[in-house]
T-cell receptor, first 116, second 113 residues
Framework: SQTIHQWPATLVQPVGSPLSLECTVEGTSNPNLYWYRQAAGRGLQLLFYSVGIGQISSEVPQNLSASRPQDRQFILSSKKLLLSDSGFYLC???????????????FGAGSRLTVL | KQEVTQIPAALSVPEGENLVLNCSFTDSAIYNLQWFRQDPGKGLTSLLLIQSSQREQTSGRLNASLDKSSGRSTLYIAASQPGDSATYLCAVGSLDYGQNFVFGPGTRLSVLP
């Protein structure tokens, strides 16, 4: 079965510090991978998605970046955090091939970031 | 650009009631629609996925319908229970949005014992 791991679960960072959130998927190959952000009282905002190793598409201009160094690993980074980066970050994956479970977007447990 | 709305924003019902949550989208060129549940401080759990060629999907006490021509989907919850209390989000897979989903803002449901 497929599982998705996301860490850290919670972190508190000062303004201007770097950020690294990691997401890994097990039990599948060549998944689409996604980073979403959910700010307090707001809906889910797609930040980045990836259809393969090294292929990153950005949906929203910001001081965040994403990388996919391996097929099932997706990393969200920042060199200098802003107060506005606070939020709940969610990683998700999707398999496009046919059969049961195809096109189902599956989320990790999330990482709550507070920037002070 | 695809836009997704959900009505109502919040709903409070007594235990045992049947209820309907609504999701509307502006562009009918979708390839699927997915309903999720989110508990406070947690990730999203997939409830039902409806492909564009389908009109409804059922899982236990949940039934989701899709009417592409009118840009609407409904999530029907039968015999609601306090454990159903959560935020429910719909997400639309749009053909003009690549392999991505556009999410609605969610409906916050409280089922009172």
């Amino acid at each position: 079965s497929q599982t998705i791991h996301q860490w850290p679960a919670t972190l508190v960072q000062p303004v201007g510090s770097p950020l690294s959130l990691e997401c890994t998927v097990e039990g599948t190959s060549n998944p689409n991978l996604y980073w979403y952000r959910q700010a307090a009282g707001r809906g889910l905002q797609l930040l980045f998605y990836s259809v393969g190793i090294g292929q990153i598409s950005s949906e929203v201009p910001q001081n965040l970046s994403a990388s996919r160094p391996q097929d099932r690993q997706f990393i969200l980074s920042s060199k200098k955090l802003l107060l506005s980066d606070s939020g709940f970050y969610l990683c998700a994956w999707m398999r496009l091939a046919g059969g049961s479970g195809a096109n189902v977007l599956t989320f990790g447990a999330g990482s709550r970031l507070t920037v002070l | 650009k695809q836009e997704v709305t959900q009505i109502p924003a919040a709903l409070s019902v007594p235990e045992g009631e049947n209820l309907v949550l609504n999701c509307s989208f502006t562009d009918s060129a979708i390839y699927n629609l997915q309903w999720f549940r989110q508990d406070p401080g947690k990730g999203l759990t997939s409830l039902l996925l409806i492909q564009s060629s389908q009109r409804e999907q059922t899982s236990g006490r949940l039934n989701a319908s899709l009417d592409k021509s009118s840009g609407r989907s409904t999530l029907y919850i039968a015999a609601s229970q306090p454990g159903d209390s959560a935020t429910y989000l719909c997400a639309v897979g749009s053909l003009d949005y690549g392999q991505n989903f556009v999410f609605g803002p969610g409906t916050r449901l409280s089922v009172l014992p």
